[in-house]
C-alpha cells in the first residue's frame, strides 16, 4: 500500500468528497485522528457512510438522520467491517472530520492531521482485517508525512466525543504497525 505524491492511496476505492478545502500554508501533517462511524447507529454495510462523505444522504431515509441535514462532514478514510479502504479525500488537503479540536495545545487539529474512520461503535468489537488494514495505511501514511502520534477522536475532542471507544484496542494496533516508525500512541497507558 502507498500513498502516491498527490495524496491519494493506491489501494483504496476513492469516492471524492465536496466537504473539504486546503490547509494552512507550510502545514505539516503529523497527526493521525481514529474515529469510527455506523450509519444507522450499529448497523453495518448500508453505504450511507459514504452518502454522508459524499454530501448525496437521503435524510428522510431513517429518522437518526434528522440531524445530519445539512451536514458538512468528510475523512479521509474509512475502512469497512470486511476491509474494505474506501479514500474521500486528500491527503494533502483538509478533511472536515474533527471539529473542535485540540491535541497538545494545537487546536483545529483538521488542519494537521488525516481522518480515518473504522465502521463501527463505541461498543462493538472491530474486526481482525480492519486492524491490519488500519496498521497497513498508518505505515504507508508515515512513510510519506512526518506522523507524529496517532490519537483517537475522543483525545482530542474529549468533552465532545468518545470514538473510537472502550472496544478498540490501541495495544493490538500497535503490535500490527512495522516495528520502529516514527508513529507515537500517546494516549495509550
Known amino acids: 500500500?502507498?500513498?502516491?505524491?498527490?495524496?491519494?492511496?493506491?489501494?483504496?476505492?476513492?469516492?471524492?468528497?465536496?466537504?473539504?478545502?486546503?490547509?494552512?500554508?507550510?502545514?505539516?501533517?503529523?497527526?493521525?485522528?481514529?474515529?469510527?462511524?455506523?450509519?444507522?447507529?450499529?448497523?453495518?454495510?448500508?453505504?450511507?457512510?459514504?452518502?454522508?462523505?459524499?454530501?448525496?444522504?437521503?435524510?428522510?431515509?431513517?429518522?437518526?438522520?434528522?440531524?445530519?441535514?445539512?451536514?458538512?462532514?468528510?475523512?479521509?478514510?474509512?475502512?469497512?467491517?470486511?476491509?474494505?479502504?474506501?479514500?474521500?479525500?486528500?491527503?494533502?488537503?483538509?478533511?472536515?472530520?474533527?471539529?473542535?479540536?485540540c491535541f497538545q495545545g494545537r487546536e483545529n487539529c483538521n488542519d494537521f492531521s488525516i481522518g480515518i474512520e473504522l465502521e463501527g461503535t463505541d461498543n462493538t468489537k472491530f474486526e481482525s482485517v480492519q486492524y491490519e488494514r488500519l496498521a497497513a495505511l498508518l505505515d504507508a501514511i508515515a512513510d510519506v508525512y512526518p506522523i507524529k502520534a496517532v490519537a483517537g477522536h475522543s483525545d482530542i475532542a474529549p468533552n465532545r466525543k468518545t470514538d473510537p471507544g472502550p472496544c478498540f484496542s490501541w495495544l493490538r494496533l500497535i503490535r500490527l504497525c512495522e516495528n520502529g516508525r516514527i508513529i507515537s500512541f500517546p494516549y495509550v497507558k
Open 1 to 101: 500500500m502507498k500513498i502516491s505524491p498527490s495524496g491519494w492511496c493506491d489501494s483504496a476505492q476513492v469516492l471524492p468528497s465536496p466537504f473539504f478545502n486546503e490547509r494552512p500554508e507550510e502545514q505539516s501533517i503529523d497527526l493521525v485522528v481514529i474515529h469510527n462511524i455506523s450509519l444507522p447507529a450499529g448497523k453495518f454495510g448500508t453505504g450511507d457512510v459514504d452518502a454522508l462523505f459524499m454530501g448525496c444522504l437521503d435524510c428522510q431515509k431513517d429518522p437518526s438522520y434528522e440531524d445530519l441535514k445539512d451536514l458538512k462532514v468528510s475523512s479521509h478514510f474509512f475502512i469497512s467491517r470486511t476491509g474494505e479502504l474506501k479514500q474521500y479525500v486528500s491527503c494533502k488537503e483538509r478533511a472536515w472530520h474533527a471539529g473542535v479540536s
